[in-house]
């Protein structure tokens, strides 16, 4: 499995996954640059992803929904900060209302830095979500995020065996 370790810090607000793939960092990046390669491991695996929009670029912005098993849809965006190809990039992560894709201001929004280091086995990711208050961390993990993160996470490696 990819994810080594997974650390939550309240006084820092901060969730940090770390993985190791046994790919190079230049094909660990495609996984995120590509919208169709995403959907295939973004979210666990009971609830796929699907990228409505996809631009890894400053200012870009990407949406998409994850489906549960009874056809529920589950809406989000992200609003891409920083991108340094192919090594990080940062990104603010957030609930939305519905298909247009609305903020839902009553969830928290997590600020986001994904890096890949490269190692003499492949690469490093190294996922951290800091989030405004302790309280918004409280309450995804409550949600399961560590649970759903490290199970998508972990559908990368088949994705990039293939």
Known sequence: MPV??????????????????????HRVW????????????????THPATFVDHELAPGGRMTYFMTSPEGERYYAYWTVTSVDEPRRFTFDDGFALDETFAPDTSMPVSHNTYDFTPTEAGTRATFVA???????????????????????????????AA
């Open 130 to 160: 800091t989030y405004e208050s302790a309280e918004g961390l409280e309450k995804v993990l409550a949600m399961g995020v560590v649970e759903g993160s490290s199970l998508a996470i972990n559908q990368i490696d088949d994705l990039l």
């Open 4 to 25: 080594t370790d997974v650390h939550h810090d309240l006084d820092t607000r901060t969730l940090t996954i770390t993985a190791d793939f046994a790919a190079p960092v």
């Open 30 to 45: 495609e996984v995120y640059a590509d919208p169709r390669r995403l959907e295939q491991v973004w979210g666990p695996p």
